[in-house]
């Protein structure tokens, strides 16, 4: 599976809007870009995924370029309730194994 | 929905000694997946299994750490003996199936068993 590489801190203040960048350069082609989020004291929590191009829920987008070696989440308007570890990962099409980094710690400040 | 459920919540042990954690996944979901997260880094994955088959478990310690999971629901992982390095917190995780583009293979995380072996 292909390792990621992601900023290790960012901060922002409430009602801004966030953008994590991920680098996976050796992604396979039948795999997917899976962001998790996840709180002190909690199991992650999946928050969106993609294989190419742009998703969007209720939470985040993702943005994938072409080459997929690289995507971005984007958190709108974030609240202080958005402090937390954000994980992006590669997921294998087959097995559905993950492999967390260290993710990214977003502080959120008012 | 219920929840993926995980007892004990915490757990302090002395080293040498034996412990146990268990895991309740979703209703339903096939695929079960025990995760150790030490501090301050991201989980890592320990056993995968497909119903009561194991999927992988490249990167359990397989001298002291074994796990089950019987009729293919609940699961059971154990630390026999444990060391100092075995503190951390030990995450269990179910999806309805694995693999494939559907948004079935979302991976539900319980809160997790904090072991400190001291």
């Known amino acids: 599976l292909a390792k990621t590489t992601q900023p290790i801190s960012m901060d922002s203040y409430e009602g801004q809007e966030v953008n994590i960048t991920c680098s996976h350069n050796?992604?396979?082609?039948?795999?997917?870009i899976t962001w998790y989020q996840q709180f002190p004291s909690q199991g992650p929590r999946f928050i969106i995924q993609?294989?190419?191009t742009k998703v969007t829920n209720e939470v985040a987008s993702l943005f994938i370029p072409a080459d997929r070696k690289s995507s971005t989440l984007s958190l709108p308007r974030v609240s202080l309730s958005d402090t937390a570890v954000y994980y992006c990962?590669?997921?294998?099409?087959?097995?559905?194994?993950?492999?967390f980094g260290t993710g990214t710690r977003l502080q959120v400040f008012p | 929905e219920a929840g993926v459920a995980q007892s004990p919540r915490y757990k302090i042990i002395e080293k040498r000694q034996s412990v146990a954690f268990w895991c309740n996944p979703i209703?339903?979901?096939?695929?079960l997946y025990w995760y150790q997260q030490i501090l301050g880094q991201g989980p890592k994955l320990l056993i995968q299994?497909?119903?009561?088959?194991?999927?992988?478990d490249s990167q359990l310690p397989k001298d002291r750490f074994s796990a089950e999971r019987l009729k293919g629901v609940d699961s059971t992982l154990k630390i026999q003996p444990a060391k100092l390095e075995d503190s951390a917190v030990y995450l269990c995780?179910?999806?309805?199936?694995?693999?494939?583009?559907?948004?079935?293979?979302?991976?539900?995380f319980g809160p997790g068993t904090r072991l400190t072996v001291l």
């Open positions: 995780a179910s999806s309805l199936i694995a693999g494939g583009e559907s948004s079935y293979n979302e991976q539900f």
């Open positions: 050796n992604i396979a082609t039948n795999d997917y």
């Open positions: 993609g294989y190419k």
């Open positions: 990962l590669v997921r294998s099409y087959n097995t559905d194994k993950l492999i």
């Open positions: 209703s339903g979901h096939a695929t």
């Open positions: 299994f497909q119903n009561n088959g194991v999927v992988d």
